[in-house]
């Protein structure tokens, strides 16, 4: 039984978002199974390059039809995450006549295939599942796990912030349904308004908390929420939140310092969501007598919480699901249809997530360096994880790319810049010019299995447990010895969020790694996404060289191949091509000031935020006019007349800065 999971918005990549609803629909992605086993899944971020990406999943649709060479006749269902996309299409259509009068989920789905594949599509292929169901689905069926308890968290879906499921012998029993009122995830949120941060935040909150003291704001946190027998809890209405907050601290708005208050609401917050999750974990543990758990939704992906869960001895085995967060429900969509109609039900563990692209074979990577040979220097190495362990050993930051990229948030070594995990310099040097993110973010390593109990406090005797920890889901200790050993990846409560690597997995990571051991006796990497602040995760060759020539990474290791880049002058630079990605649109208007005088406004616009301008000067706009043509930069400048070596590079600038933040395309002509 072949089955396609999808989840997502339904705007194209050039549409601009058609509600206000947009965070409704977001990590688009889809996933082919087959008989209950994992043919090939992706997030479309990977592919469209939009972080997030709410719009329709055409790219990873077409890329899991591929992967097995198929058609859309050839699928025994089509499942979409969710069942109130009905409700909202109505509204849609509502703020927007011109949409036409299709309001109705299936049809509507059924319309947006056959638009995008130009391929006709039955009817009776699409099943719409309910939200949190494909979250717990995801998980469990992925886990080994006959029985379980399995609790799902996130902000919402289909009407609901949660549920606790009992399963036996795949027979699933809702015990609970947390409301949306009651939002563990909406709560988080609204505390990190506070703090500067929105949404997909979350995680740099939780990197924050360490930093604070959760005493010091500890009773006016109690106070937002109520704790009731039976698993129960209320939280209390957010803009009381807020208002309380405003009489204790000063909020931070965006961009600006941490203040110690702003440390220690972070930790109160996280300390509080810890109370709330094992309030409702302790109560149906007793209930259901359930010693395995499994857990999925967004709020999953709080490492710290996830550790003390797993040090806490409250359940015997544990399962996270890798992409808790909505991607993950393409995945599980699709399970609990098979789960439902499949012939063969036998569950089948998660080995890894090495599911996405594969970069290919190394003629398949030459081609795409040598449409960059004049910007890179490159070889292929006759033992390129040798190589490379020296590299890392000698203090350089590199971009490493092998194999199937990723599925979820995590890059696993496949889709990660390295580094040595010892010199705390490093830490800053990565965070301020590679990744451009705030300094206090900490890093994970990624060890050798086989010797993960000597580094950090976790039990490997434990299968479930070991084979969790290949996926950078826990936070846990590192034994004290260490902690001044490995100063770049040890956080400041003497923590990391470790990956360990299997040779079985992923032999080629585990083989660098292993070399760099023996270089230095430290037998682990510092491992973090390879991107920077503006872009999803790498997934091509193409993406790797664009952030290589865009950060400070020292090498870029593509396969067996060694990158380096150039020395370039201006006049290289001038000889790339400008072109604008699909989701960016110029805009040129002429207003009126207050003083009666015309002037010309230009700005950049993005198709997945509606609020978001990027100004231009006329300069800049009148170069980027040009884009997707055959022009080089110079041959604009010059028919500009813009001569002047100094303003050629004072453009050539702002055209580096667009380019770094993904709101341009250049490519070597």
């Given at each position: 039984m072949l089955i396609l999971g999808f989840n997502g918005g339904v705007d194209l990549i050039d549409e601009m978002p058609s509600t206000p609803y947009k965070n409704n629909f977001h990590d688009s992605s889809a996933a082919l199974i087959e008989d209950g086993k994992?043919?090939?899944?992706?997030?479309?971020?990977r592919l469209n390059r939009i972080k997030h990406s709410t719009k329709f999943p055409i790219l990873s649709i077409k890329s899991c039809l591929s992967s097995k060479g198929i058609c859309l006749k050839d699928l025994d269902a089509i499942t979409y995450y969710g069942q109130s996309l009905t409700e909202w299409?109505?509204?849609?259509?509502?703020?927007?006549?011109?949409?036409?009068?299709?309001?109705?989920?299936?049809?509507?789905?059924?319309?947006?295939?056959?638009?995008?594949?130009?391929?006709?599509?039955?009817?009776?292929?699409?099943?719409?599942?309910?939200?949190h169901l494909a979250h717990a689905m995801s998980a469990y069926c992925l886990s080994g796990f006959e029985n379980s308890l399995c609790l799902t968290i996130d902000g919402m879906g289909d009407g609901s912030a949660g549920k606790v499921y009992d399963i036996k012998r795949s027979k699933i029993k809702e015990l609970c349904d947390i409301p949306i009122m009651d939002s563990m995830g909406s709560y988080y949120l609204n505390v990190i308004g506070f703090l500067g941060y929105g949404l997909f935040d979350e995680y740099k909150v939780m990197g924050l908390a360490p930093y604070g003291n959760p005493g010091k704001f500890r009773k006016i946190f109690t106070s937002f929420y109520k704790l009731y027998s039976k698993g129960e809890f209320e939280i209390i209405d957010s803009d009381k939140i807020f208002k309380k907050l405003f009489e204790v601290a000063a909020p931070r708005r965006k961009g600006e310092p941490f203040s110690q208050d702003n440390k220690d609401i972070a930790a109160s917050l996280q300390?509080?969501?810890?109370?709330?999750?094992?309030?409702?974990?302790?109560?149906?543990?007793?209930?259901?007598?359930?010693?395995?758990?499994?857990?999925?939704?967004?709020?999953?992906?709080?490492?710290?919480?996830?550790?003390k869960i797993l040090q806490s001895g409250l359940f015997k085995n544990i399962f996270i699901q890798p992409a808790a967060h909505d991607a993950g429900c393409a995945i599980g969509s699709a399970l609990y249809y098979h789960h439902k109609y499949g012939q063969n039900t036998s569950k089948t563990k998660l080995k890894h997530v090495y599911l996405g692209t594969d970069i290919g074979e190394n003629e398949d990577v030459a081609v795409q360096l040598e449409k960059w040979d004049k910007f890179l220097l490159f070889r292929r190495s006759p033992d390129v994880i040798r190589e490379t362990a020296s590299l890392l050993a000698n203090g350089k930051v590199i971009g490493w790319v092998q194999g199937k990229s990723e599925f979820g948030p995590r890059a696993l070594g496949n889709r990660s810049i390295l580094a040595d995990p010892r010199p705390e310099r490093n830490k800053e040097r990565i965070n301020q010019l590679i990744k451009k993110r705030e300094g206090y973010r900490p890093f994970a390593p990624s060890i050798l299995e086989e010797v993960a109990e000597k580094y950090f406090t976790v039990d490997m005797t434990n299968e479930t447990t070991k084979h969790q920890m290949g996926y950078m889901l826990y936070v846990l200790s590192v034994?004290?010895?260490?902690?001044?050993?490995?100063?770049?990846?040890?956080h400041v409560d003497g923590t990391a969020r470790i990956q360990t690597v299997s040779k079985e997995t992923n032999e080629k990571y585990w083989k660098l790694i292993e070399a760099f051991g023996k270089e230095t006796g430290i037998p682990i990497v510092l491992n973090t996404s390879f991107n920077n602040n503006a872009e999803p995760i790498v997934d091509s060759t193409e993406d790797a060289i664009v952030c290589f020539l865009t950060t400070g990474l020292d090498y870029l290791v593509v396969n067996d191949y060694i990158v380096q880049k150039k020395k370039i002058s201006l006049v290289q630079n001038l000889s790339m091509v400008i072109s604008l990605p699909r989701y960016v649109v110029l805009h040129?208007?002429?207003?009126?000031?207050?003083?009666?005088?015309?002037?010309?406004?230009?700005?950049?616009?993005?198709?997945?935020?509606?609020?978001?301008?990027?100004?231009?000067?006329?300069?800049?706009?009148?170069?980027?006019?040009?884009?997707?043509?055959?022009?080089?930069?110079?041959?604009?400048?010059?028919?500009l007349g813009i001569k002047s070596l100094e303003k050629r590079k004072e453009v050539f600038g702002k055209l580096f800065e667009l380019w770094s933040n993904r709101l341009i395309i250049l490519s070597a002509s």
């Open positions: 994992i043919v090939f899944a992706i997030e479309e971020e299409l109505r509204l849609r259509i509502v703020e927007n006549p011109s949409l036409g009068l299709i309001a109705d989920q299936a049809p509507f789905m059924k319309g947006m295939f056959e638009k995008t594949f130009g391929e006709s599509v039955s009817l009776s292929k699409f099943h719409f599942i309910l939200h300390e509080s969501l810890e109370t709330l999750i094992f309030h409702v974990l302790k109560h149906y543990r007793r209930v259901t007598k359930h010693e395995n758990l499994c857990l999925a939704g967004g709020v999953a992906h709080n490492c710290t919480v996830n550790g034994k004290k010895r260490y902690r001044k050993v490995l100063g770049a990846i040890t040129e208007t002429v207003s009126v000031n207050k003083g009666g005088r015309m002037y010309e406004d230009h700005h950049l616009s993005v198709t997945y935020d509606r609020d978001a301008s990027y100004k231009l000067s006329t300069d800049i706009a009148s170069v980027i006019k040009e884009a997707n043509t055959s022009k080089t930069i110079g041959n604009i400048l010059d028919s």
